[in-house]
């Protein structure tokens, strides 16, 4: 393949993040398979993961127009980055990567024709008005919990939030939120939400982010038309023009299953190490006996939380495979191996998954999950029910979507009990299996129906691509 000289200068420019990097990594790929000239750009530390953990290198070094550059996040090599920092890991970011892309931005040759960005970067779309290049936002979450944060003025207005934690009003419906009335409670809203203070920076990071959606040429949603119709049709209220193109992960599947690219889809986008020994331990399981745990790249667990998902999993009586990331279990780490011992014969325990093909394995029958979206999506491809417990940022709506709205699973948020622990696992492994996985194999063959010939999200995608060589002949001949 050569680089096309005409083709369109794209940026892609998430936030760096591993669920972002991940669904904006396939968003690339796809992109490039279409001949668009790319530019991906990410910070030095994730960068410097992405090459010790996988083969992103020699993947993209297929796309001649693709190349990577790299910034520095503002943070010292040595820092934790975790979810406790989050504050001041954006505070970093927003110091060090606005003046890098602006100057990268008129440095470049060819010159960049249009900017996607993460939509929860707020910096972006102030330095594209200023150089005047089209900007298309990318929200790597769900369409129902943007839906929630355009809805925040009006939550402020009616005194919904601050929720200040009290129970009652955890409990109560809100019927502030278009489209939720019937089932949105005060713990369903986004994490952002429950804090107490809404002047705190990452509320107003959020806020301002998702409001300047509505002002940029194109939304782009990870997501697909018939699993979130209701909540789309109210986010094109605030932002005309919208494309959903996922779920991304089936989407770059299928296009390169049709380039006969088979190899690519295996690879991954993780920043930690990868073990592929669960997959041995999969494979000799029955089929559907095996739930798999896992809580993401941020959540933290504290020892107490870990022990009464261990003692529910294993008084459960079900397999289970257990991805414990380094680092996300305080108190004493060596637990979880001490812990894996006692039940070698019916549980396996990784610091990292191959997740999409975890998911996928005949042996796997239910998910514990914290919700993330790229999670929620790849459950859902799967046709996997979930037991959902949700952490942070959009999972706790994610989470009331998955039990009451595509009723594909059991919310247990904010809760962590070892006696409801096995009791959900036992209902979504065995009491209520049979009315999960039909609403689950419904919802996955939609996604599949989706991407493929006159689905919604395929059109989407070339609608896009075709806006996008639209914007780059304006931005050439202005
Ligand atoms: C958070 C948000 O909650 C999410 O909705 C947002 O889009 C990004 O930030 P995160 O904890 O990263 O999410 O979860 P998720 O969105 O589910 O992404 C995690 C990714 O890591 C998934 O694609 C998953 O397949 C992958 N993963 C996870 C692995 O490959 N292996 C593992 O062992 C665990």
Known sequence: MEENPHSP???IFPLP???HLNSMLKLAELLSLQGLSITFLNSHHSH????????????????????????????????????????EMFDALYLSARPFLKKML????????CIIGDGILGFVPDVAKE????????????????????????????????????????DRLITTVPGMEAFLRGRDLPGICKDNDINDRIFQFVLDATLKSSEVDVLLLNTFEDLEGPMLSHIRTKCPKIY?????????????????????????NSLWEVDRSCMVWLDKQPPQSVIYVSFGSLAMLTREQYLEFWHGL???????????????????????MELAEGTKERGYIVGWAPQEEVLAHKAVGGFLTHSGWNSTLESIVAGVPMICWPCLADQPLNSRFVSEVWKIGIDMKDVCDRKVVERMINDVMVERREEFVKSAKNLATLARRSISDGGSSRGNLDLLINDIRNMSFQTHCS
């Open 314 to 336: 294993v008084n459960s009586k079900q397999r289970f495979l257990w991805v414990t990331r380094p680092g996300s279990v305080g108190g004493d780490d060596d637990s979880a």
């Open 106 to 113: 008129i440095d470049t040759l060819p010159p960049v024709s």
């Open 17 to 19: 993040f591993q669920g």
């Open 244 to 268: 959903t193109i996922g779920p991304l992960h089936l989407h770059l599947e299928t296009r390169l299953a049709a380039s006969n690219n088979m190899e690519s889809f295996k690879s991954s």
């Open 9 to 11: 200068h794209l940026l």
């Open 48 to 87: 410097k993961r992405l090459l010790r953990y996988t083969d992103i290198h020699a993947r993209f070094a297929q796309y001649p127009g693709f190349r990577f550059k790299t910034f520095s996040d503002g943070l010292p090599d040595d820092h934790p980055r975790t979810i406790h920092q989050i504050t």
């Open 131 to 170: 150089l005047k290049i089209p900007l298309i936002h990318f929200r790597t979450v769900s369409a129902c919990s943007i839906w929630a944060y355009f809805c925040i003025p009006l939550l402020i207005q009616a005194g919904n939030i601050p929720l200040r934690g009290r129970h009652e009003d955890m």
